[in-house]
C-alpha cells in the first residue's frame, strides 16, 4: 500500500482536514498516523476511525493498556500502534494475514479470554460510498492518480459510516518463560523456544539474507 | 516486554536522558521510541541506538525510504518504526520470529535483492557490561525492580559499544497483484491469495476470536 504514496504528507493533508470539517480527536489521529506512515494512505485513514470506534465502544482512553489484532497487514496495523500504544513491540499487537480489513481491540485481562469488539468495513455499507467501493475491491475502474483526492476526501466525509461491530472475545496470551542458548552455528543468543534442530531459525529455515 | 513498565515515561525518563548527557539525533529517538512504545523498555532503548547506527552505515536519512527486518518481536521493532518510517502498517517492517537481537536496514531498490547492513548485540562486547548482560540473558541475578535504573543507565552510556555489523544482501519482495473474492462463510472480501480452502483464513484455520 506504499507505492505512490508521498513519502511525506506536509500541510497538504493538514489543510484538507480542516476544510473537511474533521472533528477532534479523530482529527489528531489522522494527522499523526499519516506522519507515522509517512503518508496518509487510504486505509490508514479508515484504520483511524476504526480504531476509533473501538475505543468509544470498549469506553477506552488511548493511554489505558490496550491489545489489538489486525485481520491484514495492509496500512491498518498503523492505526491502533500510533493512536492506543498498542505496538508490534511491546507485544500489544497481533496481525494474522486473513486480509479482511478488520480489527479487535480489548483491554488486558487476567483470565483466559478477554472480551472486546471487531470493527470491520461493512461490504453492505461501503456501497453507499462509490470511490471506496472502487478503491476498496481493487477494480479497474479506480485510478488512483485522478482519483486519489476524491478517495480521502469521501472517506474523511465517511467516517464510520461504512463501518460494523460485533461482540467478541479473544483467548490471552501470556508471556513465554526463556533461558538463552547460544547458536553452535552463529555464536548469538536465542530463547530456547525458538531453537529449531539445535540450531538458531536464521542458521536454519528462516535465513533471509546473504553476507557480502 | 511490556509487564512491569509504567505506563506513560512522563518526565523522568526524559530527565535522565540529559542526566546521561545523550547527544542529539540519538536523545530525541529514545525520547520519541519510549512515547510510542508506552514505556522506556531496555531493548527498545538499545534497538534506538542500533537504528542509529544502522542509519550511519547506510548513509541514509531517517525520512528516506528505508526497509528493516528484526530478527525478534520483542521491544526492537519499534525503533525502526518510530525513527525511519519503517512500519508494520506501510510494509517496510518484516519481524522474522528467530530469536536474535538483531536488525537489518536496507534503502528501496529496483533490483531483486538490495545490499544493506545487519546489526546486532554483540555477545562479547556485551561483557563489558555487566548489568546489560545479567539483562539480555534472562539471568536469576537480574532484578528489574533493584536494577532496571541501573540497567537503563549503562544503556544510555554504552549506546553502541555492545554493537557490531555486518554487510548483508536481502530479497525485495514485490506487492502482490489481486482480485477481492467474497468469502462465502462470512461474506466478508479478501484477497484471493489469501482464500484457503474456498474461505477466508478467519472461518478456516485463523479463526482468533468467538463471537458473544
Known amino acids: 500500500m506504499d507505492e505512490g504514496h508521498h513519502h511525506h504528507h506536509g500541510g497538504d493533508f493538514d489543510a484538507r482536514l480542516t476544510a473537511c470539517g474533521v472533528a477532534e480527536p479523530v482529527r489528531t489521529y489522522l494527522s499523526q498516523c499519516a506522519q507515522f506512515h509517512s503518508s496518509p494512505a487510504p486505509g490508514l485513514l479508515i484504520g483511524a476511525f476504526m480504531v476509533d470506534y473501538a475505543l468509544e465502544l470498549l ?108 461482540n467478541v472475545r479473544v483467548p490471552v496470551t501470556l508471556k513465554e518463560t526463556w533461558q538463552p542458548v547460544t547458536c553452535p552455528s552463529c555464536k548469538e543468543t536465542v530463547p530456547d523456544y525458538l531453537v529449531i534442530d539445535g540450531k538458531c531459525g536464521a542458521c536454519g529455515p528462516m535465513k533471509y539474507y546473504e553476507k557480502r
Open 59 to 166: 469506553g477506552a482512553n488511548p493511554d489505558e493498556k490496550l491489545f489489538s489484532v489486525c485481520e491484514t497487514p495492509k496500512c491498518l496495523p498503523d492505526a491502533p500502534q500510533v493512536i492506543a500504544h498498542s505496538t508490534t513491540g511491546n507485544g500489544r499487537l497481533k496481525v494474522i494475514p486473513i486480509g479482511r480489513f478488520a480489527l479487535t481491540m480489548n483491554r488486558a485481562s487476567t483470565d483466559k479470554t478477554a472480551d472486546g469488539f471487531r470493527v470491520y468495513v461493512d461490504q453492505e455499507k461501503i456501497k453507499a460510498f462509490p470511490i471506496i467501493d472502487k478503491w476498496f475491491s481493487n477494480s479497474p475502474e479506480f485510478n488512483k492518480h485522478t482519483m486519489g483526492t476524491n478517495l480521502q476526501e469521501q472517506i474523511l466525509a465517511a467516517g464510520r459510516k461504512l463501518l460494523s461491530y460485533e
